[in-house]
DNA sequence: CCGCAGATCCGAAACGTTTCGGAAAAAAAT
DNA sequence: ATTTTTTTCCGAAACGTTTCGGATCTGCGG
């Protein structure tokens, strides 16, 4: 590997010249630039962004944390969208991702804070987190690097959020089943550690209340997030509330599980009941019948994501808290039970 | 920031001493490191990765080069089930991961190559790249660090591949419809710069041959990986070929845009024609009617392709080549002429 | 011929670690 | 009491860059 060094010697000048040269600094001689770039070449030089770094300080580097980059994640592909997303808008300002080794089975032994202090990143994207982590209040409190948080409405000095208005989207799809004449509607929800939870179950509240329609706890069951746990939460809604009309489900996931419990037990969707879902993700637009959703739009959210922290870097922006809107998208799976 | 030379001042030691005693050698007291610890503690020190690196020369960091990481990638997951596999083995050995900033829009003006080398990245997995990338060849000759390519079957000194056997693959979907008595098979290809293409296509005159059925070029058609791309080349095939019972795709996503085409023509699947995908993608379950596929395990490959970069770099291996299995799912996008 | 401005270059320090080779002190062996 | 070993420590160099504060040289006006 030649350095800075091989190149001084071999072109007669000192580093700090190549330096300059190589820097486009405009008190090097042209001539003595060319031949610089020329030894440069023949030497197949690289710098080093290592030493770089070292002494700039500056990394060009955003650290990720996102704690849900795993097979499970595949079907609602939420992390890999934002992914995309931070990934696009932060190629185009030129900085690279350094995503953090997070491994979830054994709990880990290093603070995110401590991650990306060490590395050096110039500031950190953090998705996926339980509001129950016990790293998540560290980064909040620590004074050191940027950092934004996707979807965990928590905010510092040095810590902005971005996430999509949870609340005003559930609304929406319980008032959308409302709409559709739906009186009895259960609630499948995620669980209770995740602040999207609680913001689709205040929303779903909401929506009720707007239409004086009492709320009743026991219309809310959890379903984890996963297919399987909507399954489950369906079977528990048939047994016991036999009357219900329609499910809200806060995720698509759990509302393909929920279907899938539908379709088991030969009730028909949305003839029998009416499924609203919530992401859009890929599989609603595909499967039978299509889900009607709220469709959030995670890959803006990436690039909203990283361009609030690249913001943040330059100091271009005070704001620390962005909400993204939700759409109502219509498919097959509700039935409007006031026409016909 | 607090630095070694800080603990060493207020512990009353060298630098030397505080960098041993912090790195669990043993010809510290063990009183001095307690109180070395504990002025560490106090200091809030966090040890500064680059320097340490520059010294070390090692960074314990993966480059990344996964250049269909993109939103149009999001519907067959391949990138994101890949890299949650390298996520996974990578964070298992304590390596974490330099997603580089490969701007796919205005070409790159730095090679792959000249990226890994500034970064001193120990390794590099590269994903995505066509046949005819400017850079590849480049990354084959190169020498400086070891490299492990997905889904592009070149070798050298210092890089291995992982792949699907895409050739076997095909042929076991192009056998499987002529077990079910289809004479006349259309395919629609990817486009000819992808490895895999030309691979499935060798696959699929490869069961026809063992079937001895002659190969006729003009039944083939390239969808370009597109959904769109599948759904035009299908209106190609029912145009020109109105005989043909069935057809190869050599992607899932290709399938579903066939499907799309044959459901707006009136016809029925697999009641007019039969279809069979490649990938197994997660819509390919959940859509109507079910895809049959060829399944690739997306994640084996990259958490594979991780373990076996790895290897490369502790030498541990001498292997260059691995190749993984695929297995035929069918379900119901394929009918048997034999019954009935 | 002097002084000065601009152009071009360089030495040395700094960034925060690790590590080599040894030194001082304490303990053990002779 | 002397030598040898062990334990514990440290100085200094090295990693590859950037950058501050000059130094040297050239040409020009006066």
């Not at 001084?8 to 042209?30: I, M, P």
């Not at 890999?80 to 991702?97: K, M, Q, T």
Request: glycine content about 8%; aromatic content about 6%; overall charge negative.
């Amino acid at each position: 590997m030649a350095t800075i060094k091989d190149i001084a010697r071999k072109a007669g000048v000192s580093v700090t010249t190549v330096s300059r040269a190589l820097n486009g600094y405009d008190d090097v001689n042209e001539t003595t630039r060319k031949k610089i770039k020329q030894v440069a070449e023949e030497l197949a030089y690289s710098p080093n962004a290592v030493a770089r770094s070292l002494v700039s300080k500056k990394t060009r580097t955003i650290g990720l944390i996102i704690s849900d980059i795993n097979r499970a994640g595949a079907k609602d592909a939420f992390a890999y969208e934002v992914l995309c997303g931070i990934n696009d808008r932060a190629g185009d300002l030129n900085y690279d991702l350094l995503l953090f080794s997070t491994n979830p089975s054994k709990q880990m032994e290093k603070s995110y804070t401590a991650l990306c202090k060490e590395r050096n990143v110039e500031g950190a994207i953090i998705s996926g987190l339980r509001l129950d982590d016990p790293y998540l209040q560290e980064v909040i409190d620590q004074n050191s690097f940027p950092c934004v948080l996707i979807d965990i409405p928590r905010t510092g000095d040095n810590v902005a959020y971005i996430a999509s208005d949870s609340r005003a989207g559930a609304a929406t799809a319980v008032q959308h089943l409302l709409d559709y004449g739906h009186a009895e509607i259960a609630m499948i929800n995620g669980h209770d550690q995740a602040y999207v939870s609680r913001e689709r179950l205040a929303g779903y509240k909401d929506a009720l209340e707007q239409a004086n329609v009492p709320f009743r706890e026991e219309l809310v069951y959890d379903g984890g997030f996963t297919e399987d746990g909507g399954a489950e939460a369906m079977y528990q809604i048939l047994l016991r509330h036999p009357q219900a009309t329609a499910v809200f489900c806060a995720s698509d996931l759990m509302a393909l599980g929920a279907m899938r419990t539908l379709e088991k037990t030969g009730r028909r969707v949305p003839g029998d009941i009416s499924i609203v879902g919530f992401d859009d993700i890929n599989i609603a637009s595909y499967c039978s019948p299509k889900l009607t959703t709220i469709r959030q739009d995670k890959y803006e959210m990436g690039y909203r994501g990283a361009q609030l922290l690249i913001d943040m870097l330059d100091d271009r922006t005070d704001n620390r808290k962005v909400t993204l809107g939700n759409q109502l998208i219509i498919r097959e799976s509700t039935r409007n039970l006031r026409e016909g």
